[in-house]
């Protein structure tokens, strides 16, 4: 079964309601096996391709993940970047900001993140967290120190989201692609797994009890997810809704997308022209009379 990736991608202009959206899909692997060994041809082929864009180095590739609690992301980051060779991966995850972040613009400390051309980023949730953590929990702006007059909430997620867009469109005329996923879980499954982290003992770091804390606010955060998947899915950087209560098939949707923007970009490694032929086969010539 073909992965068919626009089946999952929010096109601009669309208003997301996520209980249309699938947190289950038909999976595309008949067993085990098959998914190991799909996965594994999916992580060749995508080593291959992160090669070339580190020897072409005209663009840079930026994922970006966000999900609720147990949805998958780390597992999904690990799995799907097996085989991608460390020198051209980054991996950032962005926690609660510092006290100097807070002293600057709400997208400073993911900028400084950024993959330079020829490397994929990849952000473990991202900005996108205050539109969504910050919103959910309006205190948390109320601590970012900004100017009087600034916090209406008629107009600051507006002003958000245009920022952020904004900011991705710069990205893509750099040349850096930006890819968005949302791994959709569904309440049921995160509660099954949190229960497999408490009576599993190699499990229970995973777990907290702010987990359950922010479990609580499950509305309040489909809420803000949707009206942030709305405004901000571009045509340039999209969204994609990923079905994550199969982890293993959320993986391979995952894997499929990252593999068809690297391959929309058709990059060629660089040509040698006559003076640097030239130039190595002098090189050459010195090794072999040595």
């Known amino acids: 079964m073909k992965i068919n990736t626009k089946d999952f991608r929010v096109q601009q202009g669309d208003t997301v309601k996520l209980d249309k959206w699938p947190t289950r899909v ?17 992580v060749a082929e995508l080593s291959e391709l992160q090669q070339l864009l580190y020897a072409s180095s005209r663009y840079a590739v930026l994922l970006i993940f966000q999900a609720m609690d147990a949805a998958g992301k780390d597992g999904a980051i690990k799995h799907v970047m097996s ?7 980054q991996v950032f995850s962005f926690k609660h900001p510092s006290a100097t972040e807070l002293e600057h613009d709400f997208l400073w400390r993911t900028t400084q993140c ?25 205190e948390i702006l109320r601590s ?41 879980l569904s309440k049921d499954e995160q509660r099954q797994r949190f229960l497999d982290r408490i009576d599993d003992s190699a499990k229970n770091w995973k777990f907290s009890s702010a987990d359950i804390t922010e479990r609580q ?13 709305s405004a901000t899915s571009t045509k340039d950087a999209p969204w994609y ?12 949707i995952i894997s499929e997308i990252i593999l068809d923007t690297l391959k929309s970009l058709k990059m060629n490694y660089p ?16 090794l072999m009379n040595e």
């Not at 085989?83 to 991966?89: L, S, V, Y």
């Not at 606010?217 to 942030?228: D, H, I, L, S």
């Open 271 to 286: 040509e040698t022209d006559a003076k640097r032929q030239k130039e190595l086969l002098s090189i050459r010539g010195q």
């Open 241 to 252: 809704v990923v079905p994550a209560d199969d982890k293993e098939n959320a993986r391979l």
């Open 217 to 229: 606010f499950w509305p309040q955060y489909m809420t803000a997810y949707e009206a942030c998947l």
């Open 83 to 89: 085989g991608i060779n460390p020198q051209g991966c």
């Open 114 to 138: 950024l993959p330079e051309r020829g490397r994929i980023g990849i952000f473990n949730r991202s900005y996108y967290e205050e539109v969504l953590i910050v919103r959910v929990h309006p």
């Open 26 to 42: 038909k999976p595309v692997y008949k067993s085990k096996e098959k998914y190991q060994e799909l996965l594994a041809e999916q």
């Open 144 to 184: 970012q120190g900004l100017p009087d007059g600034r916090l209406n909430p008629k107009k600051i997620w507006e002003e958000r989201y245009q920022s952020i867009v904004n900011s991705e469109e710069h990205l893509h005329r750099s040349g850096t692609r930006v890819i968005k996923f949302f791994l959709h």
